[in-house]
């Protein structure tokens, strides 16, 4: 990718108040991708699309705010507030990212499994693949529900289901998740051999920023 065409265009379109474009701005000054790297910057951008209800923007800023990373203040409140506001707009990653804050416990956030699992599957009832496969993990085990075989396996295959969709289309995380998947038994899978090698070498062949944890997965695969 020419991160410094990406900035250009992204930079162009984010003044005339694209919030898809100042999110992307936000990510170039954070990693320094085309641009000098600043966090601080970062944040004028992902807080100029938050203050437009964009739910991309809400997220990370709200992200930024509970982790005290990249803003003047730590803010646990503030921060649950803008991701869960970021779920009204239609994030269901953002509803899963909320789960697994209470599910750990992280930045301050108090260690709530019941909370957790509540956010998880608003998450997978909006069609976040992660937050599909968090709640076949919660039923499964029963963390903060009840454990129910069933419901773990239908959720699983929701997951499933998708990540085999994205990963035929030629999704590099989808085809590592889904060979992972196969290579650990996870997602409601049995260990198949064949199916790990074939999917993690698909994203093992293609040029991205997981490359080797996808010739990782091939080799434990083997």
């Given at each position: ?29 954070d990693s320094g ?122 959720w699983y295959r ?65």
């Amino acid at each position: 990718m020419d991160y410094s065409t990406a900035a250009a265009i992204w930079r162009l379109l984010a003044e005339q108040g694209n919030p898809a474009a100042e999110v992307g701005m936000g990510k170039l000054y954070d990693s320094g991708s085309g641009v000098p790297k600043d966090p601080a910057q970062a944040t004028v951008w992902f807080q100029r699309a938050a203050d437009q209800g964009f739910a991309e923007g809400e997220c990370t800023l709200g992200l930024r705010y509970v982790e005290g990373l990249r803003v003047q203040l730590r803010d646990v409140s503030q921060g649950l507030a803008l991701m869960s506001r970021a779920v009204d707009h239609g994030s269901g990653s953002c509803a899963e990212s909320i789960g697994e804050l209470y599910r750990n416990g992280l930045f301050g956030v108090p260690k709530d499994t019941v909370q957790a699992a509540a956010w998880h599957r608003r998450g997978a009832e909006m069609g976040d693949t992660l937050a599909e496969g968090r709640v076949g993990i919660d039923y499964q085990f029963g963390i903060g529900v009840k454990q129910d075989s069933a419901q773990a396996a239908y959720w699983y295959r929701k997951e499933v289901e998708q990540m085999r969709k994205a990963a035929e289309q030629g999704d590099v995380v989808a085809q590592l998740n889904l060979g992972e998947a196969y290579a650990w038994a996870s997602s409601g899978l049995s260990r198949d051999k064949t199916a790990a090698l074939y999917w993690c070498g698909k994203a093992a062949q293609q040029t991205s920023r997981i490359k080797i944890f996808a010739e990782q997965c091939v080799a434990l695969a083997k």
